[in-house]
């Protein structure tokens, strides 16, 4: 779908995973496409609810039936295609191939294991190291994420370390994968403000020393200022634009991007605040047709019958696009 | 604007109707009961009619050979010649007759206590669950037989006896009930637009109660059947001629290798009625209390 | 807090609660009822009356007698059974053990069948295998043990001829009693299992081990079995306590087998009070013990409840 100079290391084309309740089907994600360039962190935006984490977790099949399910889509990794692998390849895709830093880490450790096998289950899986060589990679690991006293701390319990550090042992767990594409989802959202700064910075500098290429999922434009290369907004469980990072505060082409950067120049420049008016949709009673044209100022009548397709705005593939009338720069 | 519809609430009626096994559990009970409570209608027998030229036959189609009663011994006569199938039916009236009540009044007394202690906290509450937890660790059956011996066995003490157990479980869910709901935001918010504390107990926290309290209710009902039935097979409980599921069991151990059927229906009919009990106290829970887990 | 301040904690709450069933014992035998009345036939004369009230060291005041009382059973001193003649400590221990045995067999069996089946239902929850599960833990709850004993009494002994029919003395006595007695906690068991194990396969943490590359084997058995220990021992110690406090006894009753559940139903018709007495309280220090295990055994498996 986007053609770029190399071939991306991660492509996700027509990607959807539907939940399948009582009171009907929910399209967590529906059709998204993106792709991944080696290197390179793609952010990958929206409101909770939008369907990001749901995304992630496709991609790594980790969704459960029931009552989830992939319903459509392909995913490459550096060639090999995901979907159509036997779980026991799957599980090395898992890891090495893609690791994932979960949302809370707060639960997301297991109780009653020491982080430092944790850790070491990490390794010893991926890098293929036993007994005392994946001890000490482990230990060696949580020096890289700036954990002192490691020889120590390889023997606490997850109820015995605060939130900041639990968040540490999560990176430490997926790098420990020696993963070709990193997923982090909101990997700061559970922590105080100082924290979330150290945290960024461990990962920008991560990223600088072992230049992994990182999928981003947020819903603080800070981050996405500070971390991304591009961003990609979902809304309503669909992706409505990807861009260049700078695009975004420049020119966003879909109303609801522009709304949501909007609203926030407007607090910068002491301007009144410019709502989005109306609320989230709910996933099961989807709008018909453009699921954001209920609260979209250029509301056409195409826009309440017909579900626009993705389109290369640009025609240079840097700048994609799900609107039927998408903004220009001069509007 | 497009208008959002408003989510169709899928009826009580209509979820019950989907959950096979509740509903199916459900009508069995309902006949039970008809049964029980309607016996006479059911069966042209009494419950302590011997025919001792009859004892011991087995299930049959026949038609009863007793003066005036053609009704066939569908399910077989007892060591007395008693029919089988209305000894149930009589003997479910006790059996019912003595869960529903110890159900009912330790339900009410436990409620209470429950809610006292949840809503006033401090002393009343540490008194309280002190006495839960003595309570919960002492052997309750034990307990229950010493009650006995000293009363005297019988069904009336039967239930006095059941009944100082069987207040524990549910005073323990009122509780932990009370403690979710009064710290929720709920009530936070209705004190703050000035709710008095009887409105807040009536309109708040009752509603939010009731679903586990059926559901405990249900199945401790089912746990008393089974404890009556447990102490009638000593001897402990219901006396003859009164009869009760439990008993029938106790007084046809005698004639287990000539006749079974004395034995063998008495127990699959407890087992049903508290099987079914089970299912709807389950059902119950998963559908209607908001806070369970739902799998 | 240190392992040994916990232990300390526990006992003394122990002790508290014997103490608090032992009194409640005391009230209920000697204010509910008057065992006087109760041993001698109606027509007995007020001398008779007097005579034996006095011999029961009942005459005295009701504070005295409780002192008494505590005194006696802090000695270990539980008084003469009325009915055997033997002092109730003997009686007791006579036949405690061999039920202690019993019950533990059963817990044994439940124990193995039911924590597979319950992982069994988890895997694959909503599936055949799951509903089969849930079915026979629910119906191993519903059916009276004794009823399953006369059931499988009638099959294995009488028409088999596998096993004996009552009695004790060899494994083969034990076999069809300890299977009747293990329905119920196996029913127990089970659910809780399933249910256990189905938050750990859905929490958060599976998550990241399954992206971490884990199979779904080793989530089982490495990570996930440790975390429902703690209430699976619960149930299990539990059901152990409540069987051991009576509802053995009509199954030792079914199979004549002569423990301390049929002791239990012995002591009821020969209105053995001293007797009930003692049994009460070995019942209820047997029940705080096995807590007290219990409890020491759940810090093995939870690092968080470590003192």
Redesign the interface.
Known sequence: MEETKQKPILSVKNLGTSFFLREGEVKAVDDVSFSLNKGECLALVGESGSGKTVTALSILRLIVWPPGKIVSGEVNLDGVDVFSLPMKEMRNVRGKGIAMILQEPMSSLNPSQTIGRQIQEAVEINQGLKGEAAKKAAIDMLGVVRIPSPEKRYYNYPHELSGGMKQRIMIAIALACRPKVLIADEPTCSLDVTIQAQILRLMQQLRKEIETTILFITSDLGIVAEMADRVAMMYAGQLIEILDVYKLWDAPAHPYTKGIMGSIMAMKEGGRLSIIEGDPPNLLHLPSGCHFHPRCQYCQDICKTQVPAYTDLDGDGKHWVRCHFPLRKDK | METIKKPKKTSLLRRFRHNKPALIAGIVLLIIFTMVILAPVFTDYGPAKSDLANRLTAPTMAPGEAVGVTQPHILGTDQLGRDIYTRLLYGGRVSLNVGFTVATIGGIIGVILGMLAGYFGGWTDMIIMRMVDVWASSPTLLIALTFVMILGPGQKNLILALLINSWTLFCRMARSQVLVIRSSAMVESGHAIGASTNRILYKHIMPNIISPMVTTYILELAHFINAEANLSFLGFGVQPPDTSWGLMIGEGRKYLTQAPWIVIFPGLLIATTVLCLNLMGNWIRDEFDPLAVKL | MGMGKYIAQRLLFTLF?VL??SI??FF??HI??NPVD?MLPLQATDVEREALTKALGLDKPMMEQLWVFLRDFSRGDFGISWWQNRPCMEVIMDRLPISMWLILLASMISVVCAIPLGILAAYR??SILDRVVTIFS??G????P??IG??L??IFA?KLGWLPTSGMGTWKHLVLPAVSISFRPMGHLAQIVR?EM??QL????A?????????EMTLLFK?AL??IMTASLTMIGNDY??Q????S??VE??FGFAGFGHL??E???N?D?PL?QA??FF??II??LI?LLTDILYAA????IRY
């Not at chain 3, 081990?209 to 199979?215: E, I």
């Not at chain 3, 498996?301 to 968080?304: A, C, I, L, T």
């Open positions: 609660v608090g069933i409640l014992i209920i035998t509910v009822g109760i929850p909503g629910t119906a709850i519903c059916f009276p004794f009823w006369l059931m009494m009638l009488v249910f189905i938050q859905n929490a958060l943490y998550v990241t081990a399954r992206a971490k590359g884990v199979t990570h440790k975390n306590c409540k051991l406090g009576g509802l006894a009509a009753v079914v239990i139903s002591t009821i018709e209105m009070f009930l049994e009460v019942v209820a029940v705080c807590n498996f939870d690092p968080r």
